[in-house]
């Protein structure tokens, strides 16, 4: 540094420059505030089953991913523990240096086979997948054609792509197909939860894989809450639509993230050979990202096993999908409340007004439930709601709880006030 610049902006606690940021912050906040916005953590443990202490008090929970129970399983555990011992906790660099550790190796070899497609490549997030995996394969002049009803990071990956977005009505094909037969890019990538997450609902995979076909563009899946639970042995939407193995098809791109029923973290891409090679050379959170720890991939080579060899745990999913579902029909007939189309483990009881939703989350957490409100943004006007998330982890107990103290609260009138410590938002 030059000895003539003088050192005019000091960076200590004394700064008494304006500060836009600080400023500016507090106002916005107040704004998230009035609105009933802002966001608010709990801190929770596992306690048993599914329930959980939650700021120091037990709550019995609706709200978990953790679809077949397996995150707390103690052969996945047990497989952390091993692989900490044989790897160590850090993978120490990107798995195109020194990350891509032999376990992480076995685990992509195990993915592929379960899932039935050529080949996988594994993820240390899936967040980070989704937002960098659609750049890696169109860009500018490319077109891409997105499903209104997208995961955020579908969303961020197609932004960042700098592809131009054709965003269709959601399960829309007509309105898809109108906009591929109007496109004169060369490379087209149709995009699409394959299990939209604030619904439940499944897309028709055999429908958007006819309109690749037809169009000649590429299907990216992400089915983060269809593996695990759809399709034989879980093995994910693209096997329960008979869409893998000897029918697998080379323009379908299948994500899946393992923070869910894997019960871990991270992510996979599974498909032909060529697109996963692309993928390994093209994609910077791959390239440029340490490579998940060896103890995780450990454990979930112990949730694919299970996946493939404990059908128990399926089962009693959907026996819990099935009660719920059964025990909400006569609080529907005697309500205004309707329960979306769902034979996924997320079950959406709309509710309606915003209040009426804050209040009726509020009534359960008073109850010892946690389930939580969903709200536009995130969902449309006037359709907010419980999002019910069912796990291998509730009993049938479990679920008679929660109906009872539904079927209580729809009785109750003064349903539609706001309780103020349901200042929440997801
Ligand atoms: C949770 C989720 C992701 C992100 O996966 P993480 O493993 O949590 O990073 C991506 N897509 C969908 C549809 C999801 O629900």
Redesign the pocket.
Known sequence: MSTTMPHTAPETAADTAPNFWLQDIPKQLAALDAGLLRRKRRTVAPLHGAHISVDGQTMLQFCS?DYLGLATHPELVAAACTGAQDFGVGSGGSPMVSGHSTANEELEQDLARFVQLPRALYFY??????ASIIPALVGEGDALFSDALN?A??IDGCRLSRAQIHRFAHGDLAALEALLAASSAQRKLVVS?A?F?MDGNVADIPGLLALCERYDALLLL?D??GFGVLGPEGRGCLAAAGLTGANASPRVLYMA????AAGA???FVAGHDLLIEWLLQKTRSYIFATAAPALLARALQASVRLMEHEPVLRERLQARIAQLRAGLEPLLARTSWRLLPSHTAIQALVIGSNDAALALMEGLRQRGLWVPAIRPPTVPKGTARLRIALSAAHTQEDVAQLLAALSELADLTELTEPAAAALETN
Do not use: I, M, Y
């Open positions: 991913n997030a899936g967040f980070a997948t989704n995961h990071s579908l939860d299990v997450s992400d983060a809450h993230t393992l923070s869910k973290s991270g992510a």
